[in-house]
């Protein structure tokens, strides 16, 4: 049941704004996302996640070579979206395998923390925010 069921599941407030603005600045968006593929196809569906991005990536349907943190969904993502791995900010919250593979291509990978505080773990990515929405000034910053 777990598996099958339709999550009943949201969006952190500041998603949809962020994307939109992302959107009008002219950068292109992507998921990539790990975990059993039919119960993240659910959760992406149940939060409208598809219709608010360019790509959809699980790691899961695609075989154990895409698993995070192996950089083979990095590498296609940044394909399919048409942009070089120096152009593309990647934003993640795991530090135990988002962010060394996006490093080693080229990406800026992000941590983002969802907390009070901003933890500044000790983990790979070159930046933190604690605000989905201060990955605006990221990607303006890169594109000037």
Excluded at 53 to 68: A, F, P, R, S
Excluded at 71 to 92: D, H, I, K, N, T
Aim: hydrophobic share 40%; net charge negative; proline share 5%.
């Amino acid at each position: 049941m777990y598996r099958s069921h339709l999550p009943e599941i949201s969006l952190y407030p500041d998603v949809r704004p962020t994307f939109q603005a992302l959107r009008e600045y002219g950068a292109r968006l992507g998921i990539i996302t790990d975990g059993l593929h039919v119960v993240q196809k659910r959760k992406v569906a149940s939060l409208g996640l598809q219709d608010l991005v360019d790509i959809m990536i699980y790691t899961d349907e695609l075989g154990q070579e895409y698993w995070k943190p192996r950089s083979a969904a990095f590498q296609r993502a940044v394909v399919m979206l048409g942009v070089q791995p120096v152009e593309a900010v990647y934003v993640g919250n795991d530090p135990f395998k988002d962010f060394a593979e996006p490093n080693s291509i080229g990406m800026v990978a992000v941590h983002l923390c969802r907390n009070d505080i901003l933890e500044v773990c000790h983990c790979e990515a070159g930046l933190h925010i604690n605000a989905l929405t201060q990955i605006i000034q990221v990607v303006l910053g890169r594109g000037r």
